[in-house]
Structure formats: C-alpha cells, structure tokens
C-alpha cells in the first residue's frame, strides 16, 4: 500500500478548485424500512459523469466516475459486494495552517481504494490510519456497510474523526449532513452553509411526518429550489408557460449549474444479502435526468445508458446535459449562474422537469416492484436483465423522443 501511495503523490500537486457538494448519512433507525442510507449531491468541474463496474479489488463494486478519466482511477460515490458504501464531500476548513502539504485532492483515490478492500466501518478505519501520511486529502467521507455502520470522518492530511451516526449524543435525529466545511474545522470557513441550512431544514421537516426515505433524499433534496438565505421558493411562484424566458438568479441552491450527479446508496437490514445494496442514479444535472437503480450483477451487467460508450461518455449523462442546456442561457457570463425557470417547470407543466416527471414515476414504481421481489427471492438475473433492458431501450428512448433529440 505504501508503494501505490507514493504513486499517487508524484501524480499529484496542490490544484484548488471548489467543488460544493451537499451529502448526507442516514442510520437505518431514521429510516422507513431500516436501512441506512447515503446521499451525494455531487457538484464538480466535470459534468461527464460515468458508472463503472470494477472486477479488480477484493471486492467488486459499482463506482461514480468521470467521464474523463479513461482509466478510472477515481471513484467519487460507490458500494462493493460486501455492502460497504462511501462517498465525500470536500472540505475547506480542517487543514491547519501549519499543515504545508502540496499534495491534494486525493480524495476520489481513497474512496476506490476503500471501495476494493473494506468491508466495514472498521476496515476504512484502519485504512486511513495505516496509510502513509500526508494523505493528500480535506474531506468529509461519509459510510455505511452491512452491519449498520453509518458515519462521517472528518480527515485532513494526518487525522480523522469519527462521527458515528447511530450514536443519540452525536446524531439524535438519526443523521448528519455535510456540505463543504468540517464541524471540527475553523469556524466560518469554508462553504456551502446556505446549502447546509437548506439540507436542515428539509430533513427536519421531512421527519415532522414520519420517518427518511430513500425517495426523500434521491429526490426531494437534489431537486429542492428553496434558498434557505434569501427565503425564497421558486416552486411557489412559477411562470405561466414556457414561452418567454424567465431568468433568476440561481446561487447557492441545493442543485446549482456545477451539479454533475446525485446518488443515493441504499444499505441493507439485519439478515439480508449484501447483494441487495442498491444505488439510486441519477447521472447529469440532477433537475433534468432521472433516476436509476443499479444492483451489483455477478456479469457485471448495467444499464448501457449509465455506462461509456464508444464515446466516451454515458448516453443518459449526455442528454441530461442536452436537456439543461434547455434551462441554462448560452451567454458565457450568465450561463452559471441564471436559470430560465419558465424552460424548467412552469404553471402549464411543460417545462423541462415536468416532462420527465412521469417518465421517472415509472422507474421508479418498476424498480421498488423488482426490489421487493429480489429481497423476498433473491436477486434473480432474469429479472434484472429485463429491467435494465427496459431502461436502455424504453425509457431512454422516450426521453429523447419527448424532447426530440438524436
């Protein structure tokens, strides 16, 4: 391990970029049906976004990669055979001044390598420390796997802490969030706390009712378009129809232009399969894509539409990409930061989103009616063939027939 290490410190120097993710760690006991889950809002300069199935380590597991990275060297939210699952969100405010490390952003690193050889909470511990130090990394990882285990650490170049989600002194609603600050960095340092007030709101909320479900965090939080700061809901005030440009300031919102892709990796209960891990997809920007289960085959089989093609880039990313380019302005200096919220949902419900709406209510009825199956039978590969052939021919291609693209 410390040879591959080293490797990857002369790959690496210091590159600063913000990458503003929103990520969440939910124990099985906050949840409807007890399984704990993970939520990644990925924000990231690369907006190609890919799965891959990795045979390599010792365990096999499905990974969020970038399109980019032709040898997938990086892994940015995954779960393996043994049901262990990680994700991140980066950090700007654990690294001490004193710290002088050039080696950074390590992080996508790490969570392949946890991805490959931990099978629990215990095991990524003992990963961290055993490591060669600088780590190269300013992260808050966040883990579940097959025994229950949920929590964040918090790593810098040298340390980590554990903030262990079933404990009722660290978590008493049952989960954590984290954005892009550490709780044990320096105060108001850092970002994403607008995004972080948002994300509170929306669980605590949520909870008022009931219990987590893997539907809240896949779908209510990336797509949430309340602006915790400025108090505004821009579901509340839509446009009539879509066809006059509507432009709105569109900062420091749960999704945001940088979003390439949210998952949610869903654990499993006491006495169940690990093979029952599943990963809610959604690949691209999250308020023009839908959402894809994906289950981890022995073949290795995946829907085609989540995957590279000879492209280079995974087909459901690019019209994802094709459909927000619908709701983004071409200007250069307005295309990040305005959206046409008439292109996206308006009161005639033919915006963007709206289109896609029942097209993902499908998927998702289709998927739970497969999932409850697999977890009374097993996982059976007839099944789930079938299901993946259904996304990569009918689905798909209702999309793009909706929006009539090539």
């Not at 993970?38 to 199935?53: I, T």
């Not at 025994?147 to 002194?169: C, L, M, Q, R």
């Not at 954590?176 to 340092?189: F, H, M, P, Q, W």
Request: proline fraction near 3%.
């Amino acid at each position: 391990m410390k040879k591959l290490w080293l490797a990857f410190h002369i790959l690496f120097v210091l590159a600063f970029s913000v990458n503003p993710c929103t990520t969440a760690v939910v124990s099985g006991t906050a949840t409807d049906d007890g399984r704990p889950l993970l939520l990644k809002n990925r924000d990231a300069d690369a907006l190609q976004n890919k799965l891959v199935y990795f045979f390599d380590g010792r365990f096999k597991f499905i990974g969020l990669v970038n399109s980019s990275d032709k040898e997938n060297k990086e892994v940015w939210c995954g779960f393996n055979s043994a049901g262990f699952g990680i994700m991140n969100s980066a950090s700007y405010n654990l690294k001490l001044d004193a710290d002088t490390t050039k080696i950074a952003d390590l992080e996508g690193r790490i969570m392949k390598l946890a991805l490959e050889t931990c099978a629990t909470l215990e095991d990524f511990e003992k990963m961290l420390s055993d490591l060669p130090k600088p780590l190269g990394v300013e992260a808050n990882f966040g883990v579940i796997d097959a025994n229950g285990g949920a929590a964040y650490y918090e790593t810098d170049n040298f340390h980590f802490i554990k903030y262990d989600v079933n404990d009722p002194s660290v978590a008493p609603n049952g989960y954590l969030i984290r954005t892009n600050y550490s709780v044990a960095g320096e105060d108001n340092k850092g970002y994403g706390y607008i995004r972080y007030a948002t994300a509170s709101e929306l669980f605590k909320n949520q909870t008022k009712n009931g219990k987590l479900s893997f539907e809240f965090l896949i779908n209510d939080v990336p797509r949430c378009l309340i602006h915790s700061f400025t108090k505004t809901d821009l579901t509340k005030t839509l446009p009539a129809n879509a066809s006059e440009s509507n432009y709105i300031f569109f900062r420091d919102y749960i999704p945001r232009y940088s979003s390439s892709a949210a998952i949610v990796v869903q654990g499993i209960k006491e006495g169940e399969s690990a093979n029952l891990t599943t990963m809610w997809t959604i690949l691209g920007f999250p308020l023009t894509s839908v959402i894809i289960p994906v289950w981890l085959l022995e073949d290795g089989m995946m829907p085609n539409v989540l995957k590279a093609d000879e492209s280079g880039n995974a087909p459901l990313c690019d019209v994802a990409l094709q459909l927000k380019n619908k709701v983004f302005s071409s200007q250069n200096d307005a295309s990040e930061n305005y959206m046409n919220i008439s292109a996206l949902m308006n009161k005639k419900n033919s915006g963007v989103r709206q289109k896609l709406i029942p097209i993902e209510a499908e998927v998702i009825e289709k998927a739970k009616n497969v999932l409850t199956d697999f977890r009374k039978n097993g996982i059976k590969y007839s099944k789930a063939k079938e299901f993946y052939n259904w996304i990569d021919n009918d689905v798909y291609n209702e999309i793009k027939s909706k929006f009539k693209l090539n």
